[in-house]
């Protein structure tokens, strides 16, 4: 078969930015669904997507991760249970808490698989609605310091996609309160909470800033025309800081 | 408050999904002695006064018409527990 | 394991001439039972004997409807094959998109198993016709869902809508697959038989087109996927009981429950077979299973086959052969792999994680043999299952009630007409409040349409649309559409109305139409007027085909849908397939640049006969609107080329509803109002603002055209000689859509109507 | 064969929407006997041969790193069962 349809060489990299040697792996689960977008979003932001299997032991040399929505292993038993049994997972979580701190993000499924593995606090339930929703959403970005958010203003407000059935974010109090003292909640729902989350968190970071997930989709809002109605590309900031964050890190 | 206890698991010659997904991903894990594995559903009802033959009777009801699905489950336990500590 | 069966083997079927078979609890006719065993030359084995039932059946050999179906092959112009490459009679057809590119597209209907259990019989529903897609050798890049319930209000329609929605958004979001449209209709026809029809889309480059063909002798014949269990077989276990032993049989489910993620690794397992060249010829297992499969393939190949059985990997051990033989068992596929190929597709099977067995190879005997344990059990010529079954010239006639419907028009019912400003607004609000015209996204919201990252356009605008090449831009629309009230009063011209509107949808997003799908969904061929309606329809479609110059290159055909003795409205559902050059030309159906103009284009008659508006009074009676195919064509190179030079923003068309709802839907799309004056459309049309506003008089759309590029849109249509009139101007200051001299209603008055009936009655 | 049955319910203090849901329906179809639903998950790990207590350690570990997770749930009976007839 020739090259898979959907996937080629972008011919216009949306940003001026010159980390075109940034590799930025994207893991594929069985189930994964939006590894092609989210490798689509690491090329328009001129970096380079690297594939990476979800039972392979070895990150080879990737500067950074994003583990992409879909339903790994159906999420059947829960969202993000089985997938974060993976040998690559295992590397993941390793990179990411070592020295090196490896920029990990999880976005909706990647999410989920991040508090299964304890990377990030906290889980998700079915939304209070029970049922899946899909629509624009629009968050706060409410840290901008993370290795995926430092092209925000903090504060600013962004439209990306927001689909998924268990995006109920829950934890106990005491872990909320610790989340919002620390300023470890990254992103927050505004104007409506799609899905019951407390304190209408759509997406929180550890403490080194180096792990953020998210239930909402930025790769979904990278191209315009492609995305959201209106604004279409608030998402590649996440793409570009994290090559902000590589350039003006250990690179 | 007393409880009763609703199971509600799939039909055996149904396809079960979730199970086949969870027993392929058990040997995985080091769990090697199951071969087979079936996902259903558990409910916890809470009475507010005292389980009569009434309200097990009303259990019995609910369990067949609203919490499963009698095409692809089957209801399989309906008993009252003592209260959790 | 198979000593437990008493084996009805080939020999023991000769040797036993007389045995009783259970032909007709498995749905063969005496005539039919007898031309099996003409066929055969001897009674059939059991095993035979399920695959001549599955087979033979309505579902399987369009036995009813094939003599009609014909002329989908035969009006066929040398313009409409021009960019077939692969028509009717595959698994899907294949379009020519150019540079290479070619797309697949198929409707089909899962309309019994979604009454009985909605959440499953949706779901696989999905996946049904997904397999179909993949099995071209495409990657399947979007689903589609048009939609038959009943009453909004009867006790039992909210079970219905909650269970197929949630079953088609499980299935095909888990595939990661954008719904990018569909309909959704209430009418209590549909009461006790809703429809759920699913269109998958796939795309793939010219040499990865597979066909459903087993060639090559000594080449290998593979069952990949999910086990085999008892689904779908539920009224077969006669077969166990009267043919093959005593023992008790292990119940049989009655429906199918879907494994979305097992489907999902499925097509990714695939593409990457279609990639290494590793398969020579593949087919999905749908209805039938592997008795469709084996047969298909192999009459379609070097005409023969030979297969063990007991290889198949089943789910429940006490499986009869005949069972296994006709299980619909979700989530599978066959395939037939050269020995060279085997251990890198084995290699493929086992990175994904799928599990497979080897059943046989391609023989060119001609026969098809399925052994048991090396006994024979089937041994027929594949040719007689797959493809010469039966076929019926059923009798039809018109019906006699049919006069008297037509002629019960809806001017002549008496009913009391809006006429002032006030009640011309509270209809407005009315219709665009009712079940059938008020917003969709309580349903749409449920589906994830921008998966992929190539979606254009998708729900509520007029047509889906998905890019195909990044590269260039290189894309394709999609519309479905059936209008079962205008096939009721004229079946003929209703399917054309179908088609119209679907090819309408098509262009007004800016696409060139290329090809048609259609699902019909009919009532019982054994009463003569629906098989009239049935005729009808087909012979409408095929003619209106041949106007358009638009092929037909696949569908599927839906029978028996009625409740007792009443039938459902002839219901064709048509789907167009449209072409971009570059998606980014798509022009979506609201307007949102404050002063641009706003057009009419095409005029208004007086066709209020069908019509929702009708509809809202309770009154089905008359004649449907008029079609004029040669309209709609200009119609529609109008719109496209408008696309294609930039001389529109917008461009909404005018069905269901009229010119009343294409305006609210327009103005609330992206919520920004609009002036309009209509009197002088009016005037130069001889009717008055509510015909103008309500009758659905075919071949019109609005478009909003920037100032600058008036002039050049006028000119073009003038040319054409296309009627068109300045109707009014977008306003994105005032929040209301005001008709001038009518009324002025509040877009979020419009919004809170529009928006609110789905979620009042559903949650 | 002999099954181990687990069950896993989500913790008191986690809101169960599924179980929300329920107890909203309820009394609408006439059963008025409940104050509470919760809505949990049961597990039917079919093993193949005796269920030493090796198997049932097994048992008890897969419940609590795969088939529940402690942030949400809670592990309320692990427990071997004769086979359904
Ligand atoms: N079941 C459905 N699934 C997906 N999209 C739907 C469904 N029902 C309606 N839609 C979308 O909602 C919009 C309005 O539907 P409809 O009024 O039937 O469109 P049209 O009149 O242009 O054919 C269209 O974009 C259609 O595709
Ligand atoms: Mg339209």
């Not at chain 2, 259990?59 to 527990?81: C, Y």
């Not at chain 3, 259990?117 to 495409?138: K, L, W």
């Not at chain 3, 023992?247 to 279609?274: H, M, N, W």
């Amino acid at each position: 078969m020739t090259e898979t349809p959907l996937i080629g060489a972008v011919s216009s990299t949306a940003t001026g930015t010159p980390l075109t040697g940034a590799r930025i792996g994207v893991v594929t689960f069985p189930g994964t669904l939006d590894d092609r977008d989210a490798a689509r979003a690491v090329r328009l932001a001129g970096a380079t997507a690297v594939d990476l299997w979800h039972g392979d032991t070895s990150l080879g040399d990737v500067d950074a991760v994003v583990i992409p929505g879909g339903f790994s292993y159906g999420d059947y038993l829960r969202a993000g249970a089985i997938a974060r049994f993976a040998p690559m997972m295992g590397q993941i979580i390793k990179a990411a808490n070592s020295d090196a701190r490896l920029p990990v993000l999880g976005i909706c499924n990647g999410f989920q698989i991040l508090t299964e593995s304890h990377l990030l606090p906290g889980s998700m339930v079915k939304n209070d609605h029970l049922k899946f929703i899909c629509r624009e959403q629009v968050l706060r970005v409410e840290n901008n310091t993370t290795a995926w958010t430092n092209q925000y203003a903090a504060g600013e407000q962004i439209t990306i996609v927001l689909k998924n059935q268990d995006g109920q974010y829950v934890a106990d109090e005491k872990t909320l309160d610790e989340l919002e003292g620390e300023g470890r909640v990254a992103f927050r729902y505004v104007g409506w909470n799609p899905n019951g989350s407390r304190r209408d968190i759509a997406g929180i970071t550890n403490a080194a800033g180096n792990v953020v997930g998210l239930m909402p989709h930025p790769e979904h809002a990278v191209e315009p025309g492609f995305g959201p109605d209106h604004t279409g590309t608030d998402g590649l900031g996440f793409f570009t800081s994290v090559l902000a964050h590589l350039v003006g890190g250990k690179k | 408050m007393p409880r009763i206890v609703v199971d509600v698991m799939p039909k055996p010659e149904i396809l079960d999904p979730q199970g086949k997904a969870i027993v392929g991903s058990l040997p995985r894990l080091g769990f090697t002695a199951f071969s087979g594995v079936r996902q259903g559903k558990r409910f916890e009802l809470t009475v507010d006064g005292e389980v009569t033959d009434a309200v097990l009777a009303q259990a019995r009801e609910a369990a067949e018409t609203l919490l499963s699905n009698p095409v692809i489950e089957d209801v399989v336990n309906v008993e009252v527990v003592a209260d959790r500590p | 394991m198979s000593q437990k069966f008493n084996i009805d083997t080939v020999e023991h079927a000769a040797a036993t001439p007389d045995t009783e078979l259970p032909w007709a609890e498995l749905g063969l006719k005496r005539n039919e039972f007898d031309d099996v065993v003409k066929l055969l030359g001897r009674r059939p084995t059991a095993a035979e004997l399920a695959m001549y039932s599955v087979m033979w059946s309505e579902h399987c050999s369009y036995k009813s409807s094939k003599v009609h179906l014909k002329q989908f092959g035969d009006k066929v112009t040398a313009e409409m094959k021009m960019d077939m490459l692969v028509g009717i009679g595959e698994n899907a057809g294949v379009t020519n998109l150019g540079d290479g590119w070619a797309v697949t597209f198929k409707v089909e209907s899962h309309n019994h198993p979604s009454f009985v259990e909605p959440y499953q019989g949706a779901a696989t529903g999905i996946g049904g016709i997904v397999r179909d897609i993949i099995s071209m050798g495409a990657r399947p890049v979007a689903v589609m869902d048009p939609l038959r319930f009943g009453a909004i209000d009867h006790p039992d329609t909210a079970r219905l809508v909650h269970g197929i929605v949630s079953g088609i958004g499980g299935y095909g979001n888990s595939l990661g697959l954008p719904n990018i449209g569909g309909e959704v209709v209430f009418d209590d026809v549909y009461q006790a038989n809703p429809l759920v029809n699913a269109l998958a889309v796939g795309v793939m480059r010219h040499e990865d087109i597979r066909l459903a063909n087993a060639s090559g002798v000594g080449n290998r014949v593979v069952l990949f996927g999910a086990r085999t269990g008892g689904d779908g077989i539920g009224g077969a276990s006669v077969l166990a009981s009267e043919s093959f032993d005593d023992t008790k049989p292990s119940k049989r489910p009655a429906v199918q429950v879907g494994d979305p993620f097992a489907e999902k690794v499925l097509i990714e397992c695939c593409l990457e077979l279609f990639k290494g060249s590793l398969v020579e010829g593949i087919q999905d297992l749908g209805a039938a299973g592997i008795s469709c499969a084996t047969s298909e393939l192999a009459s379609n190949g070097d005409g023969g086959m030979e297969v063990e059985l007991t290889s198949v990997l089943l789910r429940d051990p006490t499986l009869t052969p005949g069972e296994i033989l006709m299980s619909e068992s979700q989530e599978r596929m066959m395939a037939v792999v050269s020995p060279a190929n085997a251990a890198a597709f084995e290699a493929v099977m086992d990175k994904w994680a799928v599990e497979y067995s080897w059943l046989g190879e391609v023989t060119d005997t001609g026969r098809l043999i399925i052994n048991w344990d090396g006994a024979t059990i089937v041994d027929v010529d594949p040719r007689t299952v797959a493809h010469e079954g039966p076929t019926y010239h059923r009798p039809f006639h018109r019906p006699e009630w049919l006069d008297g419907v037509q002629s019960n028009t809806f001017r002549a019912s008496g009913t009391a007409l809006p006429a002032t400003g006030l009640e011309l607004k509270a209809a407005v609000v009315e219709l665009v409040s009712s079940p059938n015209m008020c917003d969709k996204s309580w349903v749409t919201n449920q589906y994830d349409r921008f998966v992929g990252g190539n979606t254009a356009l998708a729900a509520p605008d007029d047509a889906g649309v998905i890019r195909v090449d990044e590269q260039t831009g290189m894309g394709v629309a999609l519309s479905t559409d059936a209008n079962g009230r205008y096939a009721y009063l004229d079946p003929y011209t209703g399917a054309q109305l179908a088609l119209a509107e679907s090819y309408r949808n098509v262009a007004t997003a800016g696409a060139v139409p290329m090809a048609v799908t259609d699902c019909l969904n009919f009532g019982s061929p054994e009463d003569p007027e629906v098989m009239w309606q049935f005729a009808e329809a087909v012979r409408g479609l095929s003619d209106a085909c041949m106007e358009l110059g638009v092929p037909v290159t696949g569908g599927n055909v839906s029978l028996y849908n009625q409740t007792g003795s009443t039938p459902i409205h002839p219901t064709p559902v048509v789907g167009v397939l449209g072409k971009f050059d570059d998606v980014a030309r798509r022009t979506p159906s609201g307007w949102r640049e404050d002063g641009q103009a706003i057009y009419l284009l095409g005029t208004t008659a007086d066709e209020l006969d069908g019509s929702e508006f009708a509809n809202l009074r309770g009154h089905l009676g008359g004649l449907p609107p008029r079609v004029d195919l040669a309209r709609e064509r200009e119609l529609g190179q109008i719109l496209i080329n408008a696309s294609r030079d930039g001389m529109v923003d917008a461009a909404h068309d005018l069905s269901e509803g009229g010119l009343a709802a294409a305006l609210v839907e327009s103005s609330l799309r992206y919520n920004t109002g609009a002036r309009i004056a209509l009197d002088e459309v009016a005037a130069r049309d001889g009717v008055d603002v509510f015909t103008l506003l309500f009758s659905e008089t075919q071949g019109r759309a609005i478009v909003a055209v920037p100032r600058s590029e008036e002039v050049r849109f006028n000119d073009m249509c003038t040319a054409r000689r296309f009627p068109v009139a300045r109707i009014g101007v977008v306003d994105a200051e005032s929040g209301s859509l005001e008709l001038q001299g009518q009324f002025s209603a509040p877009l979020d008055e419009l919004r809170e109507a529009h928006e609110g009936t789905l979620p009042k009655y559903f949650g």
